[in-house]
């Protein structure tokens, strides 16, 4: 399968739709782009996020598989951080747990299964985790496990296309491109977040009525 590349739109929701997913076939499209970065720190690892035209194609951890493979930032990349003022406000209140989706422009560079795959990452609900069995049944592969596997770990945009949740079909967590430690985090920041909003609302329900006086 060819490369291609798919981009989504800002969107008004607030839920994340892989439906607005598309793409084109311009595999050499990317490479004559400007590209700009920054770095956002998450207090724990720095995170590099990178784009052009507008829109996010990076989103990963300093000292992760795809940074130190790559050699990111390019030495081209020109480092602009107001560019990214929305992205690093959306993942600031991401980390500190009261922020469940995100409405960012991406554009990304993927074979047809790839984007498959990423695209049903996508609709993995905030907080809750599937198999890459699951995945593969979702995208209709049922045997291609292993490719998704594989798939995964090729995604560029961490996160906001979560592939930290994806797990083994054991229930065990199996290789992440920024660390097992910081998927283990990930995912406990989201339950976390769950837990507490859930407890929020059951005090809430458990208020007595106040007469008014």
């Not at 690892?45 to 990178?50: N, S």
């Not at 049903?120 to 069995?133: L, S």
Request: aromatic share 8%; glycine share 8%; with cysteine.
């Amino acid at each position: 399968m060819g490369l291609a590349t798919v981009e989504t739109s800002r969107r008004n929701s607030h839920s994340t739709d892989a439906s607005l997913l598309h793409s084109w076939q311009h595999a050499d499209r990317p490479n004559g782009m400007e590209y700009e970065y920054t770095w956002f720190d998450a207090g724990f690892r720095r995170i590099l996020l990178a784009g052009h035209d507008g829109r996010l194609s990076h989103l990963l951890f300093e000292h992760g598989r795809h940074v130190s493979r790559f050699a990111l930032p390019k030495p081209a990349w020109t480092e602009s951080p107001v560019r990214f003022r929305e992205e690093i406000r959306q993942l600031r209140a991401y980390f500190a747990g009261s922020h469940r989706t995100f409405d960012v422009p991406l554009v990304i560079e993927g074979t047809e299964f790839q984007r498959s795959v990423w695209t049903a990452m996508i609709e993995i609900p905030y907080g809750e985790v599937a198999t890459y069995g699951e995945l593969a049944k979702a995208i209709g592969r049922r045997r291609a496990a292993r490719a998704v596997g594989a798939a995964s770990g090729s995604n560029p945009i961490s996160i906001i296309i979560p592939c930290h949740r994806v797990i083994g079909a054991s229930g065990q967590l199996t290789g992440y491109g920024g660390g097992l430690d910081t998927k283990e985090r990930l995912l406990k920041l989201e339950q976390t977040a769950i837990l507490q909003a859930a407890s929020s609302t059951s005090w809430r329900h458990q208020l007595p009525a106040i007469a008014e006086s």
